[in-house]
Nanobody, 114 residues
Framework: QVQLVESGGGLVEPGGSLSLSCAASGSIFSINTMAWYRQAHGKQRERVATITKGGYIVYAASVRGRFTISRDNAKNTLYLQMNNLKPEDTAVYYC????????WGQGTQVTVSS
């Protein structure tokens, strides 16, 4: 069974930084493009950063220049370094393959507020 476990969220002031991690089942991680998604309250889930197995990266315009996605294929772990956070980054953050599977992890809450 596919497992996705996100961690690292929290409360941070505007301009601050957080680092998220996602532990994924080896069966999906090693062969797939992975991505970070987020869902703000009352809004649709959106994809914010994508990385192929070979390291090709695409960012949503809203996070480009502030977020950095990376992966450790040996550890089956996906990362998201978030800098210069803004209140509009507040959301539950999820990892999944791209295109996403139907099952999702529990996500990790990121709240940016003063």
């Amino acid at each position: 069974q596919v497992q996705l476990v996100e961690s690292g969220g929290g409360l941070v002031e505007p301009g601050g930084s957080l680092s998220l991690s996602c532990a994924a089942s080896g069966s999906i991680f090693s062969i797939n493009t992975m991505a970070w998604y987020r869902q703000a309250h009352g809004k649709q889930r959106e994809r914010v950063a994508t990385i192929t197995k070979g390291g090709y990266i695409v960012y949503a315009a809203s996070v480009r220049g502030r977020f950095t996605i990376s992966r450790d294929n040996a550890k089956n772990t996906l990362y998201l370094q978030m800098n210069n956070l803004k209140p509009e980054d507040t959301a539950v953050y999820y990892c999944n393959v791209y295109p996403p599977l139907t099952n999702w992890g529990q996500g990790t809450q990121v709240t940016v507020s003063s």
